[in-house]
C-alpha cells in the first residue's frame, strides 16, 4: 500500500531509534562507534586473510556498502572482492539492512528477495532496525556466535555500534556514493565522521575482539 511505502522510504532517511542510540554513544560508549578496521571500501578486505583467523562468516550492509543508496544491484567494482568473499567463505555470508529485509520497510519481502536474486547472497530478515536489537536473528541464520561473525558497513552509529555491542569484528567503509543519499543523512553521516575521528586520535580503541588482535595483517590493496 502507498502509505507503506511513504512510511518506508521516510524511516530509511530518519532512523529515530539511531538517534536516541547515537545520543546514549556519545555521552557514555564513545569507544562502541571507533571500528577494528577501516577501509576505503571491500575490496581492501583480505577475505582469505580473515578466515584463517578463524571468522566463520560475514555480515554486509547493503547501502553504501556494496550497492548504491535505494539500489537493489551490486557497485560493479566490488564484484571480483564480494566473488573472493563467497569463495572463502562460501554460502556463509548475509546481508542485514536497514532496508532490504527490515520487516516495518520492506513489508511484503521483495526488496529482500530482488537483492538476493541479483547478488546470489541471503538477505537476513528482521524486526529491529540497527544499532538497536540484538544478534540473536544473525546468530540463528549463520548457527554461532557473533564473536566469530564480521559486520561490514558504512555508517560509525548504525553498522559499527551495532557490530561492536554484538562482539562482531567491525569493519567500516567509506560510502560509494553520496549523489543519491537524502541531505539529512549526508549530514549526519558527516557529524558521525567527526566524532569517530576525533576519538580516533584520542587513542580510543573498539571493543577488544580476541580472534583479531592485530587488525593491520587484514587490509591488503586491490588489484588493478
Known amino acids: 500500500m502507498w502509505w507503506v511505502d511513504l512510511k518506508a522510504a521516510f ?25 577494528h578496521i577501516s577501509v576505503r571500501d571491500i575490496r581492501y578486505i583480505d577475505w582469505a586473510a580473515l578466515r584463517r583467523k578463524g571468522f566463520k562468516g560475514v555480515v ?21 572482492s564480494l566473488e573472493s568473499c563467497k569463495s572463502e567463505f562460501g554460502p556463509d ?40 536489537g540484538t544478534a540473536e536473528e544473525v546468530e540463528k541464520h549463520f548457527g554461532c556466535d557473533s564473536s566469530q561473525l564480521i559486520m561490514v558497513g558504512d555508517r560509525p552509529f548504525t553498522d559499527i555500534v551495532y557490530g561492536n555491542r554484538n562482539g562482531f569484528l567491525t569493519i567500516l567503509t567509506e560510502p560509494l556514493s553520496l549523489t543519491e543519499e537524502p541531505f539529512i543523512v549526508k549530514q549526519v553521516r558527516k557529524l558521525e565522521t567527526t566524532f569517530v ?15 583479531l588482535p592485530d587488525p593491520r595483517h587484514c587490509v591488503k590493496e586491490p588489484r588493478p
Open 197 to 211: 575521528n576525533y576519538w580516533s586520535r584520542k587513542g580510543l580503541k573498539p571493543p577488544e575482539q580476541k580472534l
Open 11 to 35: 524511516g530509511q532517511s530518519i532512523n529515530f531509534e539511531g538517534i536516541l542510540c547515537s545520543t546514549m554513544v556519545i555521552l557514555k560508549d564513545p569507544h562502541l562507534a571507533v571500528p
Open 93 to 132: 555470508i548475509a546481508v542485514f539492512s536497514n532496508s532490504a529485509g527490515l520487516r516495518e520497510y520492506d513489508h511484503d519481502g521483495s526488496k529482500a528477495r530482488n537483492l538476493e536474486s541479483a547478488i546470489g547472497i541471503k538477505v537476513i530478515r528482521h524486526r529491529v532496525k540497527k544499532p538497536g
Open 60 to 80: 554486509f550492509d547493503k547501502d553504501n556498502t556494496i550497492t548504491a543508496p535505494y539500489s537493489l544491484t551490486l557497485w560493479p567494482l566490488l564484484e571480483s
